[in-house]
Nanobody, 124 residues
Framework: QAQLVESGGGLVQAGGSLRLSCAAF????????TGWFRQAPGKEREFVAA???????YYVDSVKGRFTVSRDNAKNTVYLQMNSLRPEDTAVYYC??????????????????WGQGTQVTVSS
């Protein structure tokens, strides 16, 4: 059974850094792109960043220059390096996978596999 597992969340002060990991198990995700989304209490799940199988990257404007998405295909793992964190980055972060294509990576409904989420809390 295919499964995505996030890790690396936690509590950090504003200006700090965290690195999230998204590890894939149960099948190969060769040819799949991976997205990172987040959901704060009372808000809809929103797109944060994505990386295609060929390593093209995409970011929402609010994280550009602060977050970096990368992947290690040999380890079946995608990373989200988050620097200069702000209190408004506080949310549950989810990774998701979908077949790589030219379509936008920002749509929640286009993803086939989802992780369980990891909490990121940034204190002021």
């Amino acid at each position: 059974q295919a499964q995505l597992v996030e890790s690396g969340g936690g509590l950090v002060q504003a200006g700090g850094s965290l690195r999230l990991s998204c590890a894939a198990f149960g099948r190969t995700f060769s040819g799949y792109g991976t997205g990172w989304f987040r959901q704060a209490p009372g808000k809809e799940r929103e797109f944060v960043a994505a990386i295609s199988w060929s390593r093209r990257t995409y970011y929402v404007d609010s994280v550009k220059g602060r977050f970096t998405v990368s992947r290690d295909n040999a380890k079946n793992t995608v990373y989200l390096q988050m620097n200069s964190l702000r209190p408004e980055d506080t949310a549950v972060y989810y990774c998701a996978a979908r077949w790589d294509s030219s379509a936008s990576y920002s749509k929640v409904g286009d993803y086939e596999y989802w992780g369980q989420g990891t909490q990121v809390t940034v204190s002021s």
